[in-house]
């Protein structure tokens, strides 16, 4: 069955410092994801590609994340300087253009800032 | 705009027991309805879906029907097992075309004893 890859798959990182992770998407989806999960919360939409280019990222902190999806397949978040604040699982997910049938996540990147 | 609203958890149950997980939403339209699940350090798992009025969703034993009439879709299984402890996510998903995303409820955590 096909997956969403994701790496790594946890992260600790220093206050201040710059962090960066990798997804790659099912073959074929052009609908990329990177969602924002904290602890005990629901996941939130930080960012949603279609093929390379950005669809909506209204919620996503640019000041100190950027993400890029440079040949429209896998993608990158970076977080420059991390917060304390950032400490969450960090999900991306794909799904194919135009379906209602929801998407698939991958594992996941579980980052802790201290 | 659009939301979802899970009822208050964590719940806790015996093996066996009938499980209710209440979700509502808000939305305008007709959005599509999803059950996730969320195994501990993994990332999220479709479990069931429903695209439109009165549709039920089932998978696994648990199952969900689409109620526009009181705008909820909440999830059952009649025989829970230790096996289905984890956190329920209800989500929506407003289709538009490029820009569709999954709105999430805050989830809610599932401890079955045995």
């Known amino acids: 069955e096909a997956e969403v890859a994701q790496s790594p798959r946890y992260k600790i990182t220093e206050k201040s410092q710059a962090v960066a992770f990798w997804c790659d998407p099912i073959?074929?989806?052009?609908?990329l994801y990177w969602y924002r999960q904290i602890l005990g919360q629901g996941p939130e939409l930080l960012v949603q590609?279609?093929?390379?280019?950005?669809?909506?990222d209204s919620q996503l902190p640019k000041d100190r994340f950027s993400a890029e999806r440079l040949k429209g397949v896998d993608s990158t978040l970076k977080i420059q300087p991390a917060e304390l604040g950032d400490s969450a699982m960090y999900l991306c997910?794909?799904?194919?253009?135009?379906?209602?049938?929801?998407?698939?996540f991958g594992s996941g990147t579980r980052l802790t800032v201290v | 705009g659009n939301s979802v609203t899970q009822m208050e958890g964590p719940v806790t149950l015996s093996e066996e027991a009938f499980l209710t997980i209440n979700c509502t939403y808000t939305?305008?339209?007709?959005?599509?309805l999803f059950w996730y699940v969320q195994y501990p350090g993994e990332g999220l798992q479709l479990l069931l879906k429903?695209?439109?009025?009165?549709d039920k969703g089932s998978n696994k034993g648990f199952e969900a029907t689409y109620r526009k009439e009181t705008t909820s879709f909440h999830l059952e299984k009649g025989s829970v097992q230790v096996s289905d402890s984890a956190v329920y996510f209800c989500a929506l998903m407003k289709f538009s075309g490029a820009n569709s995303k999954l709105t999430f409820g805050k989830g809610i955590t599932l401890s079955v004893r045995p």
């Open positions: 997910a794909s799904s194919l253009s135009g379906t209602v049938y929801g998407y698939t």
């Open positions: 590609f279609q093929d390379e280019s950005v669809v909506d």
């Open positions: 073959s074929g989806h052009a609908t």
């Open positions: 429903a695209t439109k009025a009165d």
């Open positions: 939305a305008t339209g007709y959005p599509s």
